[in-house]
């Protein structure tokens, strides 16, 4: 056994308990094990829980509000100071960002994260050729997916969709879009299915904020998900 903990305190289970771990599996949960293992950690009577998941990070655009506050705080200003910001983004800078939101991340107990990476016409694959490196060196500590993001829309940009299909060859594990900020929404979500097919990954849909009166697009995610060609399975 290669860790022990003792003196836990577990969610569903009073008293105190010891954890046994083999390699990067729980072997053993009982209040006593006998079996000596190379590292014993005393819990102190805290509670051990589940490492923490953070399904939605953007490390690319972490830490930069120092870099202009919001003045108006509207969701407008954001997407036009981040588009802004995002022309001087660069593999070191994004690199020093990401570095500090993954050791905080760490450190608070999160042991998986999803990342959206922006691909664009403005900062190109600068973002993957930053973050891909991160994903390896941080492996020891936090599963890092990366998702090849189009926040600036695919149908108004030439040249997104082979940007896309680059970031994924270099290793991307998921495919994200934004379809609110494309002129033609329904075209955007299957361009994206299209390259997931392509390449067999999951799709990241920025989804219906349901803020405003604009028609929900997550029906037309279900049925292109459950029909293939996303035509009404029932018309
Ligand atoms: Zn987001």
Same mark, same amino acid.
Request: charged share 25%.
């Given at each position: 056994?290669?860790?022990?903990?003792?003196?836990?305190?577990?969610?569903?289970?009073?008293?105190?308990?010891?954890?046994?771990?083999?390699?990067?599996?729980?072997?053993?949960?009982?209040?006593?094990?006998?079996?000596?293992?190379?590292?014993?950690?005393?819990?102190?009577?805290?509670?051990?829980?589940?490492?923490?998941?953070?399904?939605?990070?953007?490390?690319?655009?972490?830490?930069?509000?120092?870099?202009?506050?919001?003045?108006?705080?509207?969701?407008?200003?954001?997407?036009?100071?981040?588009?802004?910001?995002?022309?001087? #983004?660069?593999? *070191?800078? %994004?690199? /020093?960002?990401?570095?500090? &939101?993954?050791?905080?991340?760490? =450190?608070?107990? +999160?042991? $998986?994260?999803?990342?959206?990476?922006?691909?664009?016409?403005?900062?190109?694959?600068?973002?993957?050729?930053?973050?891909?490196?991160?994903?390896?060196?941080?492996?020891?500590?936090?599963?890092?997916?990366?998702?090849? #993001?189009?926040? *600036?829309? %695919?149908? /108004?940009?030439?040249?997104? &969709?082979?940007?896309?299909?680059? =970031?994924?060859? +270099?290793? $991307?594990?998921?495919?994200?879009?934004?379809?609110?900020?494309?002129?033609?929404?329904?075209?955007?979500?299957?361009?994206?299915?299209?390259?997931?097919?392509?390449?067999?990954?999951?799709?990241?849909?920025?989804?219906? #904020?349901?803020?405003?009166?604009?028609?929900?697009?997550?029906?037309?995610?279900?049925?292109?998900?459950?029909?293939?060609?996303?035509?009404?399975?029932?018309?």
């Amino acid at each position: 056994m290669d860790l022990k903990i003792t003196q836990a305190r577990l969610l569903d289970k009073p008293g105190f308990w010891q954890i046994g771990i083999a390699g990067t599996q729980i072997v053993a949960i009982a209040p006593s094990i006998d079996t000596t293992a190379t590292t014993t950690l005393d819990a102190h009577e805290n509670l051990v829980i589940p490492g923490l998941v953070d399904g939605h990070m953007h490390l690319d655009k972490a830490l930069i509000l120092d870099r202009a506050p919001a003045i108006a705080g509207t969701f407008n200003e954001a997407m036009q100071t981040t588009l802004e910001m995002k022309r001087h #983004f660069t593999v *070191e800078d %994004i690199q /020093n960002r990401a570095r500090r &939101v993954l050791e905080r991340a760490i =450190a608070f107990g +999160m042991t $998986a994260m999803r990342s959206h990476v922006e691909v664009d016409t403005t900062i190109g694959l600068v973002g993957m050729e930053a973050l891909l490196p991160l994903r390896e060196e941080y492996a020891w500590g936090i599963t890092l997916q990366l998702a090849a #993001f189009a926040q *600036e829309g %695919i149908t /108004n940009q030439p040249g997104e &969709v082979s940007l896309l299909r680059e =970031a994924m060859a +270099m290793g $991307a594990d998921v495919i994200g879009s934004a379809p609110y900020v494309d002129p033609d929404p329904e075209r955007n979500i299957q361009l994206i299915f299209d390259l997931a097919e392509e390449f067999d990954c999951n799709v990241d849909f920025h989804l219906d #904020f349901l803020d405003d009166e604009a028609p929900l697009l997550l029906p037309l995610c279900w049925r292109k998900l459950f029909d293939g060609d996303g035509k009404d399975a029932s018309a």
